[in-house]
């Protein structure tokens, strides 16, 4: 027997071993390091009986203090594993946990169990009954769709299509003799009378081009009469001094002027007419035959006639200006001031202006109404508004408001949809 080696006792389990000095203290039995005693220590001088020997050996307590055995038991298992994981050699981790396919078993609290999971992530919202029933109902839409009576009413509107080319306007040419009674009454307001030559050479621009273009106008040309007149306001400088002719000649000589810039905008209106009728003969037809499909429910190909018609309007109006016969080369000796008249003229001409803008404005509406009836945009409606029921179905109240906000069209889904938007909006859970 090696006499280095030395008997101890464990006062935790009660075992008795034998340890070198080069050995850790450690009970080869329960692991534990600080309850080993020297044998000889432990000796009392009194023996026990041998029939006591067997029990294991108790620690004394303090007084007062109670010591649980299964306690004891417990706090030394656990020093025991603490010393035995600190003992293994560090190559790979060890793991004493739970393996990784095994899952612990988690009980949830009972008030977590009594409600199911919401998996649309939203809240659950309480409706009432009334906004229940609004997000209960289902509005199905037929292809082809019968239209509203506001919306028949729209297609079924015919504007003024006619444009009337052939009716000369009625002019009232003034007289030599009116000319020269004008012309003396406003130097007797003003006080200012013309010299001699200057009075004969205003005379001759009136006989030779204002009663001209009369004789044109009363044998049907047109274009001779509009330039005639033109020619017949290209007054000589009064005095050759610019600015005393624009204050004194020309505010004298308003009235006649006045007279030949209105003769100049109805022949010009008659011209843009008859160019613009021409142009428009194409256009009046087809804007018959939508009617003819209108009435025949054929939504897609009425949609589709009004929508080249709009666009044919559209180059038609954008090209108005191109239709008017341009002046002759003397309008450059026209005075500046007259020349803006005569702009102003061809930027108004109202009735041509408004006939086209009214036809222009009737096919738009009446294109954007067939749009949303055609098979194609009603499916589109009805499938966001189906996705919008489905999410309300499935309680995902954010998507729900999405795509309800785009059911646009056609009414009776834009009346369901708004309706259950104002439910979905007065709750805050919904957002």
Known sequence: MDSSLKPYLCQNCGKEFKLSDEQEKRCPHCYWTTSLKLLQETRQPERLPETSAKAAPRLSPKPGIKFQPKIIFFLALAVGLFFLIRSIPKQKSIHLAWPKDQKKETVSPPETQTTAPNVSGSQPVAWSEEQAAVLNVRVKVTMPRALSEDEMHILTRRVDFAIDMHQLPV???????????????????????????????????????????QTAYEAGRVEETRDELLNSIVFPI????????????????????????AKMQALNAYVLRQNLAQAMEGLEK???????????????????????????????????????????????????????????????????S??????????????????????????KAAENYEKATMAIDEKRWPDAIKWLEQVIYPIELVQDAQAKLAVLHSSDQTR
């Open 171 to 213: 002019l009232h040419f003034m007289s030599e003799d009116e000319f020269d009674k004008a012309l003396n009454r406003a130097q007797q307001e003003k006080k200012i009378y013309f010299p001699g030559k200057y009075k004969r050479e205003l005379k001759d621009l009136f006989t030779n081009h204002y009663l001209a273009a």
């Open 238 to 261: 009064f005095r050759n001094d610019l600015l005393l002719h624009r204050s004194v000649a020309q505010v004298m000589l308003r009235p006649y002027i006045n007279d030949v810039l």
């Open 286 to 352: 087809g804007y018959q035959d939508l009617f003819a499909l209108i009435e025949s429910n054929d939504w897609d190909k009425a949609y589709a006639l009004a929508k080249g018609l709009t666009d044919e309007t559209n180059s038609i109006e954008a090209k108005k200006n191109q239709f008017q016969v341009p002046y002759p080369a003397v309008v450059g000796e026209v005075d500046q001031d007259i020349r803006k008249g005569l702009e102003w003229q061809d930027e108004s001409l109202a009735p041509i």
């Open 354 to 379: 408004t006939s086209l803008n009214s036809v222009l404005a009737d096919l738009r509406i009446k294109t954007k109404t067939l749009e949303t009836n055609t098979t194609e945009a009603l499916k």
